[in-house]
């Protein structure tokens, strides 16, 4: 075989495409499910006439613009306009995050187990691994886009603006796909990879709802997040097509400098180099505990950061909130609630600590999945090796995933108050919401938990931990508008913390959870003990 930049690259495709089969088709899949399911749950939940009309009043509020979307067609709200408005930032960013996944998977990850190298010493040529992952990552997007179309199609809805949603979820997911090509290329490992490309699209994300909440139909800084060009093809109101060419142009830009990048390092190295350390370890590194908060305390920063920038923004549209419950009495009604300004205020904002908790829980797992990281390239062995007992090192990492958690939902509903606070003048709320978010603690610690659970069994993974926590997040966003039994939101995990500050503190719910959670951890420990090392 020639010695080209791309020998090798028919195999190494089927290679790629064979390591996905399973997980493509199960990204595909649940998403089509889950919008086929929204078509039958939202035809049933909002079967009298003007139902869909009244929940068209929400997006009107600041607040609803910047969780959902832009808010266009809302004088003629329909199934397939709230599939524009609301459920797209969800689809693109499920797209988003499969991408990311697939990209670093196929790039820097192989690179850092040796894989690359292995294949690289063969006739495979220097883009080839590169291009057979935007090949995989191109025919992911494809099946996605597919999926969503024939999903929305099945569900009586004009097959040109379904395929504007199908086409324009799968642009967001190439655009980042794209992104985790260029870090891949920039740092050494895949966590730092898969954490940069995911902080740009928390970027992208909060741009979008900044920008639409500052005004109906989308502002200059929606315009600055390819979710809004997604949002902004108007699928079902005034189909536009060219707002598509945005994330195609963006996509190609950011491969070609992947490619560019590709040539300027060696294989395993980034092109920024990792700082070279200390001679001699301080104290805190000689336990586990220090040496795990030592190599996250990047991903902890950054976690922060966002989370603190999203609450102040979200914060910050507490007087739009009231304003508009004030302009539009009618609310209430939609909200069912008949109280003060303060009262709704106050409720709307415990929703927000609701959804912070529901990402803080997601850095739970992904901390605790740091377990497995370990094992498999072999620093757990070096530090059984020097000492540390298997129960110590896990309840080590396991400690500081449960610090660090604590403190972001610390940090997301203190951030959240001093927004607020800033809106309506009224800076107790800055205490209410801090203390008010740490409710949330256990049922955080519960995830964890599954999490350690999960890595004490070995080779099962953590897939079902993630299905159980994205299930969990999708029931307590959308199960009143997929029209869920009450008795199945009440039991859900998110329903059953308290909404505080808003509701009254109920101890015995977050007894369980902190009792559960335990539980799991002690499960995980002793499934760890009755194994081998990376079995």
Do not use: C, K
């Not at 990792?274 to 996250?296: C, D, F, P, Y």
């Not at 108050?417 to 801090?434: F, I, N, T, Y």
């Amino acid at each position: 075989m020639p010695d080209t930049p791309h020998a090798g690259l028919g195999r190494m495709l089927r290679f790629a495409l064979r390591r996905e089969r399973v997980r493509v088709p199960v990204w595909a899949f649940a998403l089509s499910a889950l919008i086929a399911y929204f078509a039958v749950a939202i035809e049933a939940a909002y079967s009298e006439p003007g139902a869909l009309q009244a929940r068209a009043e929400l997006m009107r509020d600041p607040a609803g613009a910047l969780m959902s979307g832009p808010g266009y067609g809302l004088e003629d709200y329909t199934f397939g306009v709230m599939v524009s408005n609301e459920l797209l930032g969800m689809l693109a960013v499920a797209a988003a995050l499969m991408s990311v996944f697939l990209v670093v998977r196929h790039t820097r990850a192989d690179e850092e187990t040796g894989r690359a190298e292995l294949l690289r010493a063969a006739v495979v040529g220097r883009y080839t691994l590169l291009t057979a992952a935007v090949l995989t990552l191109v025919a992911a997007n494809a099946a996605v886009a597919a999926g969503l179309t024939v999903a929305l199609t099945a569900s009586g809805l004009v097959f040109a603006d379904s395929a504007a949603i199908g086409l324009g979820t799968a642009g967001v997911g190439l655009v980042l796909g794209a992104v985790a090509a260029v870090t891949s290329q920039v740092v050494e490992h895949a966590r730092t990879a898969t954490g940069s490309a995911g902080a740009v699209l928390g970027l992208v994300y909060v741009l979008r709802g900044v920008g639409d909440a500052q005004q109906q139909g989308g502002s200059a800084l929606s315009w600055a997040s390819p979710v809004g060009w997604a949002q902004q093809m108007r699928a079902f109101v005034d189909l536009r097509w060219w707002p598509l060419a945005l994330t195609v142009v963006t996509a190609v830009v950011l491969l070609v400098l992947a490619y560019a990048l590709v040539v300027r390092r060696d294989v395993g190295a980034g092109l920024v180099a990792s700082r070279r350390g200390r001679a001699h370890a301080s104290r805190g590194l000689v336990t586990v505990s220090g040496l795990t908060l030592r190599t996250e305390r990047g991903s902890l920063v950054g976690w922060a950061v966002g989370l603190a920038v999203f609450g102040v923004l979200s914060g910050s549209l507490a007087q739009g909130i009231v304003d508009g419950f004030e302009a539009q009495p009618e609310l209430r009604a939609v909200f069912g609630v008949d109280a003060t300004s303060d009262e709704v205020l106050l409720a709307a904002l415990s929703a927000f600590v609701g959804f912070f908790a529901m990402a803080v829980a997601v850095h739970a797992v992904v901390g605790v999945g740091r377990l497995r990281r370990e094992e498999a390239e072999g620093r757990a062995a070096a530090v059984l090796v020097a000492g540390a007992s298997r129960t110590r090192w896990v309840v080590g990492s396991w400690a500081v995933t449960a610090v660090s958690s604590s403190l972001l939902l610390l940090v997301s509903g203190a951030a959240l108050g001093v927004g607020a606070a800033a809106s309506v003048g009224d800076g107790a709320l800055v205490l209410e919401l801090a203390l008010g978010s740490l409710a949330y603690v256990p049922l955080v610690l519960v995830f964890a938990g599954a999490g350690v659970l999960a890595h004490g069994w070995g080779r099962a993974g953590t897939w079902w931990v993630w299905v159980g926590l994205v299930g969990s997040i999708v029931v307590g966003l959308y199960g009143p508008l997929m029209n869920l039994p009450e008795a199945v939101l009440d039991a859900a995990p998110f329903g059953l913390v308290p909404a505080m500050p808003a509701a009254e503190l109920d101890v015995v719910p977050l007894a369980a959870m902190a009792l559960v959670a335990l539980g799991l951890t002690a499960g995980g420990l002793l499934a760890l003990r009755r194994r081998d090392l990376r079995a």
